[in-house]
């Protein structure tokens, strides 16, 4: 059963440490999103690629966030240095263009 | 750019019909998604429409109007189950992906 999978699931953290995410796409999609879900804000997209070139990364605090997708099985978010204020849930997404989006399970991010 | 507005929240009964609904304005425009989230999990995709009018799927429809630009989602014969945040979403140019702010809806006895 194909699924997009992302590490850690659970992540606390203390304030100026760096922060690495990473997603495994659902072999064959060509799109790749990440989203920051948050009570305040809703499900904000930070960047995005598409056959691993990414298209917009207008959405991330260009100072901290960084996101690269080395490869067609890794997508990766850092975030250096991570403030409180980035506590969130952070997704991946998959998909065909932005036709039916496959979500992994999130990761929990919490920084003290 | 794109935004895209619903409700924050809907209630109502089991067994009820509810719509919730979208109003977007975007720069380009490629058809209305719709997802469905529990909380505590992830967005998973209910349906998506290209055209206007209306593209059913069990209980659920949806219902596009690209001349008014809008568009609602249709949950009948209601659940408990049912109780979730939905979002609209549309692409943009490029395929980007944008979500509506969210509609948290509670289904009662």
């Known amino acids: 059963d194909a699924r997009v999978t992302q590490t850690p699931r659970d992540k606390v953290t203390e304030m100026g440490q760096e922060v690495t995410m990473r997603c495994q796409p659902i072999l064959g999609h060509n799109t790749v999103f990440w989203y920051r879900q948050t009570m305040m804000q809703g499900l904000e997209l930070l960047a995005y690629f598409r056959n691993r070139a990414p298209l917009d990364d207008s959405g991330m605090p260009k100072d901290r966030f960084s996101a690269e997708m080395p490869d067609a099985t890794l997508a990766t978010l850092k975030i250096q240095p991570s403030e409180p204020r980035d506590s969130a849930v952070y997704f991946c997404a998959s998909g065909f263009d932005a036709g039916e989006l496959f979500f992994g399970e999130g990761s929990r991010l919490t920084v003290l | 750019g794109q935004s895209l507005e619903q409700p924050s929240e809907v209630t109502a009964v089991e067994g009820a019909i509810v719509q919730i609904n979208c109003t977007y304005q975007t720069s380009g425009f490629y058809g209305l998604s719709w997802y469905q989230q529990h909380d505590g999990g992830a967005p998973t995709f209910l349906s998506y429409?290209?055209?206007?009018g209306l593209e059913e799927t069990g209980r659920f429809s949806s219902f596009l109007s690209r001349s008014d630009s809008y568009g609602y989602l249709l949950l009948q014969e209601l659940q408990m189950k049912d109780s979730a945040s939905y979002f609209c979403a549309s692409p943009g140019t490029a395929s980007k992906l944008t979500f509506g702010t969210g509609t948290r809806l509670q289904v009662t006895l």
């Open positions: 429409n290209a055209l206007d």
